[in-house]
């Protein structure tokens, strides 16, 4: 009774530590969302994805804004991006939520903690790889011409194929799981489309933005979502994000990196042996 009575606190306290791990490496803290919701909050696992997935949305927002403001978005890629994503992750979410409400609900839970946890340690592996391809990727945008951008307005059917069938990809993965918008998003622009590394962020900001707000409003008209836990998460969330980009400044680069995939692996490890029992 007495942790039931002060769980708001508890769940301002996780929301703090996500955001200070947000703050802290900048992409990738979304993938910690889960883990915290699932073993801290004790969320079935079908309310978690529909919690994290209105969580992801409203602490995408003010990144959103400023990456447009700055003129960090690249829209036709990312047009054609949601052209598969958006449908991919509304559909998803649809048919998870359509399941729940079935006799299965038990089973549908653990399937999706064993999912989450093989997509977190497959994200844990792509931050890792991004992390060796950036540093050849600042050289070569020190060198790259002012018609950078102009390339990426004209873009090919074929290339266009791929962001949609990317973008099909990720929005499935959202759909299932709340997790991977941001970790998926930016290598694909960053290694596939070449894209220069902020407008590969902001780009995925903004996706992730428009993937999880169409998945957690699925979830949330079908009440497989935590609303209080949302709210209180994201008031932490402000604190924590200050705290963490605080702590940048006495970290170095290569040591934000190394904490982010160290924690998202212990994330899906744990996730993979709670599954397993």
């Not at 949305?57 to 958006?86: A, C, M, V």
């Not at 962001?163 to 596939?192: D, H, K």
């Not at 702590?247 to 993979?272: A, C, N």
Request: proline share 3%; with cysteine; glycine share 12%.
């Amino acid at each position: 009774m007495i942790i039931s009575d002060f769980s708001w606190i508890l769940e301002i306290l996780v929301g703090s530590v996500i955001g200070c791990a947000i703050g802290v490496s900048g992409v990738g803290g979304g993938a910690l969302i889960q883990p915290a919701l699932i073993h801290i909050l004790k969320i079935p696992t079908i309310t978690a994805v529909g919690t994290g997935l209105l969580y992801a949305s409203l602490t995408k927002i003010w990144g959103s804004y400023n990456h447009i403001r700055i003129g960090n978005i690249l829209y036709t890629p990312l047009f054609f991006f949601l052209l598969g994503g958006l449908p991919a992750t509304i559909g998803v979410s649809i048919i998870l939520n359509q399941l729940s409400h079935g006799p299965g609900r038990e089973q549908l839970n653990h399937n999706l903690q064993l999912f989450m946890a093989l997509v977190l340690l497959f994200s844990a592996f792509i931050m890792f790889i991004i992390r060796i391809k950036t540093r050849k990727k600042v050289e070569f945008e020190s060198k790259a011409s002012a018609n950078n951008t102009m390339v990426f307005k004209n873009l090919s059917w074929f290339t266009k194929s791929i962001c949609v069938t990317a973008g099909i990809i990720v929005g499935m993965l959202i759909g299932a799981t709340s997790v991977g918008g941001g970790v998926l998003a930016v290598p694909f622009f960053l290694l596939i489309l070449q894209m220069p590394i902020r407008k590969a962020i902001g780009s995925s900001i903004l996706v992730s933005l428009a993937l999880s707000l169409g998945g957690g409003s699925v979830f949330m008209f079908n009440g497989n979502a935590a609303y209080k836990t949302v709210i209180l998460m994201s008031l932490g969330s402000t604190i924590g994000v200050t705290i963490g980009t605080r702590m940048t400044v006495w970290l170095k680069e290569k040591q934000l990196h190394l904490i982010m995939i160290t924690l998202v692996t212990i994330s899906g490890i744990s996730l993979l042996f709670k599954a397993g029992h």
